[in-house]
């Protein structure tokens, strides 16, 4: 080692205008979904600089991108760092670029210093984290950590063009071809290790610059149809209305005053309501909304369902209309490793930055990568919470302290992992 690595700020605060650029919306966000030409230029450019600083390039079937500094023993799994380079439609320019620019800017910090790690060091720009162009998210560390890309998914359709993700996910894959070569998926990985802005207010509220994230909740999706009777709006008396929306808002106002009103941790949102056949003076046949249920213990989440089940059926029978509820998603909560979170909290001691132990109310690609290999996560502040949003900022001053302890963190790791 010729010399102890430092974060270069200035670097790291210019590939994130750069990147930026890429997708560029006129609110100051950026549109650069999943696996579309803007992605495949943000994954293009991050494989010119990292082959400009001799760095390997892979892709894997899933389209992830890998970037590897090779260690003193290249049979070792090597220490994963990443996130991924995909937007929302309307999404903003830290979210997940800021993850995937900071790991790369540990790289290439390493190298700076003439740092030979003992195993591999690699970067990770993971495929469709976001989910909204093709569902489900995360698709890549899924298909990553099963070791293969789910048959169901080949004919799934892009939600803005239509376009098929099989002929996406190959389009994507020979655009870099001649400049990386090719890798099995699910390799073994010694680590994980990823940041990520907040998405939330606390970080920023309490002037705290770095979030030791220990896990992430479970999530529950469910589908709720009532089906009523549609009859005229100005001839139907109460006691004749088989009303579905009318045990729809009911069943939902009592959610709303319970779920987390009791439930401090517990996260309870609706967001669609539909509602046919849609006419002014026709009371509904039928009134469906979805439902997103959170929270850290499985035990609360399976009580809370219960509760939401119960609550619906009751709404519905005292309006004498039928009710269907389908579970859509079912993700357990994660805890993540008691080691990689002692490691990073020896780096933030280390480094001298306060810090905040907390769970991940949104999940990520360490979620579905910790099914495989140890894994942890790095929070820093976003302003006023907002994410998924084109107003989404984060001061540079958070992000190169960030970089300052992610690159902290893999100088713990290293020797640990």
Same mark, same amino acid.
């Given at each position: 080692?010729?010399?102890?690595?430092?974060?270069?700020?200035?670097?790291?605060?210019?590939? !994130?205008?750069?990147? $930026?650029?890429? %997708?560029?919306? *006129?609110?100051?966000? #950026?549109?650069?979904? =999943?696996? +579309?030409?803007?992605?495949?230029?943000?994954?293009?450019?991050?494989?010119?600089?990292?082959?400009?600083?001799?760095?390997?390039?892979?892709?894997?079937?899933?389209?992830?991108?890998?970037?590897?500094?090779?260690?003193?023993?290249?049979?070792?799994?090597?220490?994963?760092?990443?996130?991924?380079?995909?937007?929302?439609?309307?999404?903003?320019?830290?979210?997940?670029?800021?993850?995937?620019?900071?790991?790369?800017?540990? !790289?290439?910090?390493? $190298?700076?210093? %003439?740092?030979? *790690?003992?195993?591999? #060091?690699?970067?990770? =720009?993971? +495929?469709?984290e976001e989910g909204c162009r093709f569902a489900p998210g995360c698709m890549g560390s899924?298909?990553?950590?099963?070791?293969?890309?789910?048959?169901?998914?080949?004919?799934?359709?892009?939600?803005?063009?239509?376009?098929?993700?099989?002929?996406?996910?190959?389009?994507?894959?020979?655009?870099?071809?001649?400049?990386?070569?090719?890798?099995?998926?699910?390799?073994?990985?010694?680590?994980?290790?990823?940041?990520?802005?907040?998405?939330?207010?606390?970080?920023?509220?309490?002037?705290?610059?770095?979030?030791?994230?220990?896990?992430?909740?479970?999530?529950?999706?469910?589908?709720?149809?009532?089906?009523?009777?549609?009859?005229?709006?100005?001839?139907?008396?109460?006691?004749?209305?088989?009303?579905?929306?009318?045990?729809?808002?009911?069943?939902?106002?009592?959610?709303?005053?319970?779920?987390?009103?009791?439930?401090?941790?517990?996260?309870?949102?609706?967001?669609?309501?539909?509602?046919?056949?849609?006419?002014?003076?026709?009371?509904?046949?039928?009134?469906?909304?979805?439902?997103?249920?959170?929270?850290?213990?499985?035990?609360?989440?399976?009580?809370?369902?219960?509760?939401?089940?119960?609550?619906?059926?009751?709404?519905?029978?005292?309006?004498?209309?039928?009710?269907?509820?389908?579970?859509?998603?079912?993700?357990?909560?994660?805890?993540?490793?008691?080691?990689?979170?002692?490691?990073?909290?020896?780096?933030?001691?280390?480094?001298?930055?306060?810090?905040?132990?907390?769970?991940?109310?949104?999940?990520?690609?360490?979620?579905?990568?910790?099914?495989?290999?140890?894994?942890?996560?790095?929070?820093?502040?976003?302003?006023?919470?907002?994410?998924?949003?084109?107003?989404?900022?984060?001061?540079?001053?958070?992000?190169?302290?960030?970089?300052?302890?992610?690159?902290?963190?893999?100088?713990?790791?290293?020797?640990?992992?």
């Amino acid at each position: 080692m010729n010399s102890h690595p430092e974060i270069n700020g200035e670097r790291l605060l210019a590939r !994130l205008d750069m990147f $930026a650029k890429i %997708g560029a919306t *006129p609110g100051g966000g #950026v549109n650069r979904q =999943a696996l +579309t030409p803007g992605d495949r230029e943000a994954r293009a450019l991050l494989t010119r600089l990292a082959k400009a600083r001799s760095f390997s390039v892979f892709q894997d079937d899933a389209a992830n991108l890998f970037i590897r500094m090779e260690g003193r023993d290249g049979s070792q799994p090597p220490l994963l760092i990443g996130s991924h380079l995909d937007s929302q439609p309307s999404g903003g320019r830290f979210d997940g670029a800021l993850g995937t620019l900071t790991a790369f800017e540990v !790289l290439e910090s390493l $190298a700076d210093a %003439g740092v030979e *790690p003992e195993r591999p #060091v690699e970067v990770v =720009a993971w +495929t469709n984290e976001e989910g909204c162009r093709f569902a489900p998210g995360c698709m890549g560390s899924r298909a990553f950590v099963e070791g293969k890309i789910p048959a169901e998914w080949a004919d799934l359709r892009a939600s803005d063009d239509g376009a098929r993700f099989e002929d996406e996910r190959l389009s994507t894959i020979d655009a870099l071809a001649a400049d990386s070569s090719h890798r099995r998926l699910g390799f073994p990985v010694a680590a994980y290790l990823e940041l990520h802005i907040e998405q939330g207010p606390s970080l920023e509220s309490e002037e705290i610059p770095i979030g030791i994230v220990t896990g992430v909740q479970g999530t529950r999706w469910l589908e709720v149809a009532f089906e009523g009777q549609t009859a005229h709006a100005g001839t139907t008396a109460l006691q004749y209305r088989r009303d579905p929306l009318k045990a729809l808002t009911m069943g939902l106002s009592a959610l709303y005053a319970g779920v987390m009103p009791e439930n401090a941790d517990a996260r309870f949102t609706v967001g669609r309501i539909a509602v046919a056949p849609g006419s002014v003076n026709a009371i509904p046949a039928t009134a469906s909304c979805t439902i997103d249920l959170r929270h850290p213990e499985t035990a609360v989440l399976d009580r809370l369902e219960d509760d939401i089940r119960s609550g619906l059926t009751e709404a519905a029978a005292r309006e004498n209309v039928s009710v269907a509820i389908r579970k859509t998603v079912d993700m357990e909560p994660v805890t993540f490793s008691s080691d990689m979170v002692a490691a990073l909290q020896a780096a933030a001691q280390k480094a001298g930055l306060p810090t905040k132990t907390m769970i991940s109310g949104a999940f990520h690609d360490a979620l579905f990568v910790a099914g495989c290999a140890p894994s942890a996560m790095i929070f820093v502040p976003c302003r006023d919470g907002l994410s998924h949003n084109e107003a989404e900022y984060v001061k540079p001053e958070d992000s190169v302290t960030g970089a300052r302890m992610f690159l902290a963190s893999v100088l713990e790791l290293l020797p640990r992992a």
